[in-house]
């Protein structure tokens, strides 16, 4: 074992923690997450992102925690069939996608948008397009492309209709769907993902999530179409009293906007906002 020095992100605290040696051996092939759980240098918890010399490289931090329920007839997921290492190695997963880029990677997914990932290790493109199929496999659909640095320079006019990330970075950002300011819940649920030790289980967490995320969008999709149906005006909170009740959970503000986005761009369906629903309501 050998100790890193720390600083959070948020408070600027520091504090050591332990690392394994052997972990650090396989940093060799891109850098190595660390969750730092509440209470180890402070009241935050993050991710730090540490290379083969022991140097902090960067942070992933979660803006704040948000409620998102859990609901057991819809997290299908009971005795997953995990594919082989050869398939798609989870380590190495880990080690080249960073949080954040997964956070773009996903509100893309959400927002049904063509993504194109940059990046030059040849040999992680299968690994990367097999763990993307997988965690949206009987949810979202999804269209990723994943390209060398040249060979997206010289081809940029054939990628201008996608999301297009390199490492960390935003490089195309279509029609600035994203904002970054709005992606607390995106965050929650990859900070899951890194925070999950048990390689095997994290992304059949990480696959729960977007399943959940999918059926409880597709619901609200069903319940707008028949009231309109109806020649009824679909309410939000109509909808969050419905799913709730369906669901036997309780759904915050930020979750329900959250739902109600993807269901507006995956889905292409028009509900009103949860403000407008707020003052329509009374």
Do not use: W
């Not at 597709?218 to 009231?227: D, F, G, P």
């Amino acid at each position: 074992m050998t100790q890193v020095r720390i600083r959070c992100p948020t408070c600027g605290k520091y504090g050591n923690i332990e690392i394994s040696l052997d972990l650090l051996k396989s940093t060799q092939r891109g850098l190595l997450s660390v969750n730092i759980a509440q209470n180890i240098i402070c009241q935050h918890q993050f991710l730090a992102y540490i290379d083969k010399t022991l140097q902090v490289r960067d942070y992933f931090t979660v803006d704040f925690h948000v409620d998102i329920p859990e609901i057991s007839s819809i997290e299908k997921i009971k005795e997953p069939v995990v594919p082989s290492k050869e398939i798609i190695d989870i380590d190495l997963i880990k080690l080249n996608i960073n949080a954040m880029l997964l956070t773009y990677v996903i509100k893309s997914i959400f927002l049904k948008q063509k993504i194109v990932l940059i990046m030059d290790q040849e040999f992680l493109f299968n690994h990367i397009q097999n763990f993307f199929h997988y965690i949206t496999q009987d949810c979202f659909e999804i269209d990723i492309t994943i390209i060398k640095s040249n060979d997206y320079k010289n081809n940029k006019k054939s990628h201008k209709d996608a999301m297009v990330f390199e490492n960390n970075k935003i490089i195309r950002n279509n029609k600035n769907l994203i904002n970054l300011k709005k992606l607390s819940v995106e965050k929650n649920i990859v900070n899951k993902f890194f925070s999950e030790h048990d390689l095997g289980y994290s992304y059949i967490i990480l696959k729960n999530e977007l399943i959940k995320t999918y059926e409880l969008t597709k619901r609200i999709k069903e319940y707008v179409e028949k009231e309109k149906e109806k020649g009824e005006k679909p309410n939000v909170l109509k909808i969050k009293d419905e799913l709730e009740k369906i669901y036997k959970i309780k759904i915050g503000n930020i979750y329900l906007t959250f739902l109600i986005e993807i269901t507006v761009n995956y889905f292409k369906v028009s509900v009103p906002s949860l403000i407008n629903g707020f003052f329509e309501f009374l």
